[in-house]
């Protein structure tokens, strides 16, 4: 045996056993079970350079996972199983030449190459101090003494990411082996730069030069000239203001930050929930090489920041850059936030170009360097627990960058935004939710307020769940909504396209929130008259909304469901506080407090979309006792764009095949049934079908009373407000009075009926109902601003009465009547 053979023998066997005793893999992905490999042919690993301790590492991890042999085999003592390819001083390697001739002796079979890339931590390229400069990974090629140390420092947190097998036998033609080699060699580091984008990130820039390239730039130059000007200031303070501004915006993203916030916040969730489940992440792995990331969640807690960070740094993925309020740069907790990627912006630029022009251009240069980002679209949270309307600012400067990329920079384009969908079964905001919704006012955050949470982490808050939905590639999305904008300067296309953006995604999002025990429960119980309900009809009709959700028509729902039965939901529910039972002689009764309800009213609005279609159906119902197909769709055509724009559920395609599923899902349920026909051709299965609700079964007419009431509130705010400006001649109102007017009915009607539900009455909600009138064109504005309508409007609104039954119809009219006069 040559000499050399037996020292590095010698060195092996110690290295080996170290790696073994001390080494412990946090995530492979995917997971060794999951690796379709072929059954012929010779899996031969790559790693993307020389590295003993990945080498050694590779090889205990194929003997403790089952994956084929990383050591020689003795069939094919020629054939490395482990292949390095070459560093930048080993460029004349050629390290595939041994394999191609393998297959040219052996032509019945084939090498299947595995990519292999191996994460001792994980830093982006950036300098963060002495530790990680010797020790994490990153985008700098790592010396022996450097990897030495990663060992014994970040033995404890290694990653291991399989790439998808590939042919070598494919790849041959009929070129030298040479050229086949270096063709392998390109693709095979192709993929290992995507995959470190994907783990690592882009190469960060040390903050004060990004500081200082922002400051520089034509645009901001350009700012400070003009600022300076208006101000009649030098320009060199303006300088210096707009460089205190890239201060104030800019994030310090820091590996030992990161690190230290993945241990706290492992511990925060294991005390504060009973598990956080991740849905949907494959997805986002599939364009996280070659795409940059806009992950746009909905915004329900202070929480949302941290969970997001967490699940994607746990599951191998570069956490974002957050957008955060400034109102969160705070002492303590803004310099952590900041160096866990957060950079910061105030709630309005107006009139103040050059902070403008700071922020656009560090948001330019986060996008064109291919950063992940993360803003919330709605703004703020949500207190009503309704998903917000987006808000345009964010979304207009990450089209604006996107554009000046593609068409003056000749980037490729390759922007994807991810919906991500959070749902709790129990914030930790919910008292200060209602609180603000009773008109008090928001209260600062502070860090002892902040702070305070941990004084509650002995309460149960159930578990929470992290849904990423449908990703939305820009480019092809503009291609379809505004096709010039590839060609076009002119900003007007981004006025039409940002609309169109933000409802796109305000709808995948929705389409992703999550079903969980609380919200089921909420769904039903706040449908009943006075928060109470037998536990027995409690547990059929959640069986129903499951049933429904699970069998909806393609488009409107994609919700996670949740395990378990119905009384295990009802039980979870009460051991978080939200319900109460109570028995009684002819069967136990299930009861919500006032507050209480306030309380389960956040989470019934997460999820109420979900049925909104079936709520429809089954309220149409309520007061008719038979439709035809054609006239439930005439009836329901009109008002549903506009209860969809509110729920912000994506536009179906056909109403009239979705109202038919419908039908005939509650009639397996058995809610509904099919009429008798009246003439002959219906007889024969040629006219319209027709459908009636049950007449002898009180049980099934209740379930079909729940589901309709689901969306009565929604109904009613659209005929007060609907009343509101038809009680008046055309163009007598504007959009802010009519909300308002309709606003202070619903308050009205909310009081006299003892709900106890501030979001019933909520301004927002009748801005965005004018809105749907405007959008469908039932309304629009004249030179003064005010809204004009049509006979169509009247006529429609005269034919959707007949959904009310009399006493709510004239309770309605009532409140809607204008108010006598003394004369």
């Known amino acids: 045996m040559p000499r050399t053979s037996v020292l590095s023998g010698l060195v092996r066997r110690p290295l080996r056993a170290l790696i073994r005793a001390w080494v412990r893999v946090r995530l492979t992905e995917p997971s060794p079970a999951s690796l379709v490999l072929s059954s012929t042919a010779t899996t031969v690993y790559v790693l993307p350079h020389p590295a003993l301790s990945d080498r050694l590492l590779l090889e205990s991890l194929c003997a403790s996972r089952g994956l084929p042999e990383a050591a020689r085999s003795p069939d094919a003592p020629a054939l490395r199983r482990i292949i390095a390819l070459p560093g930048r001083r080993q460029q004349g390697q050629a390290p595939f030449l041994d394999s191609l001739a393998w297959l040219h002796a052996h032509p019945q079979q084939d090498i299947e190459l595995l990519p292999v890339s191996v994460f001792w931590g994980r830093a982006p390229g950036k300098r963060f101090g002495v530790w990680s400069l010797l020790t994490a990974d990153d985008w700098k090629l790592t010396g022996r003494l450097r990897r030495a140390l990663a060992v014994l420092v970040h033995g404890r947190s290694v990653e291991v990411h399989f790439g998808a097998p590939l042919s070598l036998r494919a790849l041959l033609d009929t070129r030298p082996d040479a050229l086949t080699n270096r063709k392998v060699a390109r693709l095979l580091r192709v993929h290992f730069r995507r995959q470190r984008i994907r783990v690592l990130g882009p190469d960060l820039s040390h903050r004060r030069t990004l500081i200082d390239g922002v400051v520089a730039s034509p645009a901001v130059r350009q700012a400070i000239s003009e600022t300076a000007r208006a101000e009649g200031r030098p320009p060199v303070r303006v300088k210096a203001r707009a460089r205190r501004y890239g201060h104030e915006i800019a994030s310090n993203m820091s590996y030992p930050v990161l690190r230290l916030l993945d241990g706290l ?163 930790l905001e919910s008292d200060s939710y209602q609180a603000e919704l009773a008109g008090k006012p928001k209260r600062r955050e502070t860090p002892l307020g902040l702070l305070g949470v941990l004084t509650r982490l002995r309460q149960p808050f159930g578990r929470v769940s992290v849904t990423i939905g449908t990703p939305l590639p820009l480019s092809p999305f503009l291609d379809a909504e505004t096709p010039e904008w590839r060609q076009s300067d002119d900003e007007r296309w981004q006025q039409r396209a940002v609309p169109k953006l933000g409802e796109a995604l305000s709808q995948r999002i929705n389409a992703a929130v999550p079903l969980n025990a609380v919200n089921l429960v909420a769904l039903v119980l706040l449908a009943t008259s006075h928060r109470a309900i037998e536990r027995e009809l409690l547990e059929r009709q959640l069986g129903l909304l499951v049933d429904l959700a699970r069998s909806a028509p393609p488009g409107l729902s994609a919700a996670q469901l949740p395990a378990g039965s119905p009384g295990e939901w009802i039980a979870h529910a009460e051991a978080l506080g939200f319900i109460e039972r109570r028995s009684q002689a002819l069967g136990e009764l299930i009861l919500a407090s006032p507050s209480q309800a306030g309380l389960l009213s956040w989470y019934r609005n997460n999820v ?87 007449s002898a079964r009180l049980a099934t007419r209740e379930q079909l009373h729940l589901l309709g009431r689901l969306v009565q509130p929604s109904l009613e705010r659209g005929y007060l ?62 030179d003064a601003g005010r809204l004009g309508y049509g006979p169509a409007l009247t006529a429609t609104a005269e034919h959707i009465h007949t959904l009310f039954d009399p006493t709510l119809r004239h309770r309605l009219r009532q409140l809607a009547a204008p108010a006598p006069t003394n004369d």
């Open 265 to 427: 916040l492992e511990r925060l969730w294991t005390r504060l929930y009973d598990g956080v489940d991740v849905h949907g992440l494959d997805a986002v792995k599939a364009l996280a090489g070659d795409h940059t990331l806009v992950y746009v969640p909905c915004h329900r807690s202070h929480i949302d920041y941290l969970l997001l960070s967490y699940v994607l740094f746990h599951e191998g993925l570069m956490p974002p850059h957050i957008a955060a309020g400034r109102n969160l740069d705070m002492p303590l907790i803004g310099p952590l936030l900041r160096r866990g990627g957060a950079f910061f912006l105030r709630r309005s630029f107006k009139g103040n170009r050059l902070y403008r022009a700071v922020f656009h251009e560090y948001l330019d240069r986060l996008l064109s360097r291919g950063h992940s980002l993360e803003y919330f679209i709605e703004g703020g949270r949500s207190r009503s627990g309704r998903l917000l309307a987006p808000r345009p600012g964010m979304l207009a400067m990450t089209l604006r960058s996107h554009a000046l990329g593609v068409t003056h920079r000749g980037q490729p384009g390759r922007l994807a935004f991810i919906p991500v969908a959070i749902g709790y079964e129990r914030i």
């Open 608 to 694: 109420l979309h979900h049925f909104a279609l079936a709520g429809l159906v089954a309220f149409a119902f309520r007061n008719n006792a038979r439709f035809s197909e054609e006239e439930l769709h005439a009836l329901l055509a009109p008002g549903w764009p506009v209860l969809a724009h509110e729920l912000h559920i994506a536009p179906t395609r056909d109403l009239a095949a979705a109202l038919s599923a419908t039908l005939e899902r509650l009639a397996e349920e058995g809610l509904l049934e099919r009429d008798s026909p009246t003439n002959e051709a219906e007889d024969a299965g040629e006219g319209p079908r027709r459908w009636r609700r049950p």
């Open 721 to 782: 407000l609907l009343a509101s400006l038809l009680r008046l001649p055309s163009a007598s109102l504007t959009r802010e009075q009519l909300a308002e007017q309709s606003g202070r009915l619903a308050e009205r009607l909310a009081l006299l009926s003892g709900l106890d539900a501030p979001e019933f009455f909520d301004r927002r909600l009748f801005e965005g109902l004018v809105e749907s009138l405007e959008t469908d064109g039932w309304v629009w504005r004249d």
